[in-house]
């Protein structure tokens, strides 16, 4: 399965993300309010960065308090590690543990067209699993 089904088969919504030029305050403000670990930072309609819960902790530790008053563009991740709309669902799993992120931006060309996560994967991984569970268990009932 392709990241495009896993995202065609999700509620449509809009993906919260951040401009480089916001606070950390205001980005752990959106984290918070949407309970979100991660959003895209996006300048001129292109994802420059990621922003998640672990840059704050970083940035924190590093600069102390303080750190909330400077801008995103200061601790997010970049660039940004992305996928495609056509990468299978385990090539980006495989991607997020490999360098342990816990989500990707997906972009078609330069334009964003999704955002997941670990859990999105992970769901689909354990629903497949599942499906395939009880395929089989049909198929020793009827032999």
Known sequence: MTIAKLLEARAPGDIIALNPDETMRAAVEK???????AM????????????????????????????????VSE?????????????????????MTERRFRHLPVLDGERMVGFVS?????????DRIEAEKTAMRDYIQTV
């Open 31 to 37: 984290l918070t309010q949407n309970r979100i670990g």
């Open 40 to 71: 895209p930072v996006i300048a001129d309609g292109k994802v420059v960065g990621v922003f998640s819960e672990r840059d704050v902790i970083k940035c924190l530790q590093s600069v102390g308090d303080g750190a909330l008053d400077s801008k």
């Open 75 to 95: 601790a997010m991740t970049s660039p940004a590690v992305t996928v495609t709309p056509q990468t299978s669902v385990l090539g980006a799993l495989s991607q």
């Open 118 to 126: 670990i859990g999105d994967l992970v769901k689909y991984r354990m």
